[in-house]
């Protein structure tokens, strides 16, 4: 897949080491969450696991577990939580993307070209512990 018409998804495929629907994924939310937030030290991220999809979102947003702005919580997805302006947003897969009809390029490409709208759903969200955004 020609990775040029995706900004910064070429960095993130050389650090990352392979594309994958997963890094697709993370590449995909990190990139709809950037649209709402900015990217400053007020933004924390949720989730509930790692792996590919955080490793996008790590490296678009600026956010890491070393510098505590990446919390682990229960919930599906990824929570994107601006402490300057106290708002925030989960971002989930659509359910019926979650699953791979065993093509990884095809769900790959897929997890790229649809629109944002079409991918994902979007929530309001709030800390866990209040609206202040401390960090664990």
């Given at each position: 897949?020609?990775?040029?018409n ?10 990352h080491?392979h594309?994958?629907p ?7 939310a ?13 933004l924390?991220v ?12 790590e ?30 947003f ?5 359910k ?13 490409e ?10 994902f ?13 401390s960090r664990?």
């Open positions: 897949m020609n990775t040029q995706y900004p910064d998804l070429d960095l993130l495929v050389a650090s080491g594309l994958c997963g890094l697709a994924m993370g590449y995909r990190a990139r709809y969450a950037l649209k709402m937030v900015d990217r400053g030290p007020g924390t949720y989730t509930s696991s790692g792996g590919c999809p955080m490793h996008a979102i490296m678009l947003t600026g956010c890491s577990r070393g510098s505590g702005t990446v919390i682990t919580t229960d919930g599906e997805g990824w929570a994107f939580y601006d402490s300057q302006s106290d708002e925030g989960r971002i989930t897969l659509k019926e993307l979650a699953g791979t009809d065993g093509d990884r390029d095809r769900h790959t897929l997890l790229l070209t649809l629109p944002d709208n079409a991918l759903n979007m929530e309001a969200f709030s800390p866990p512990g209040g609206s202040n955004g664990a």
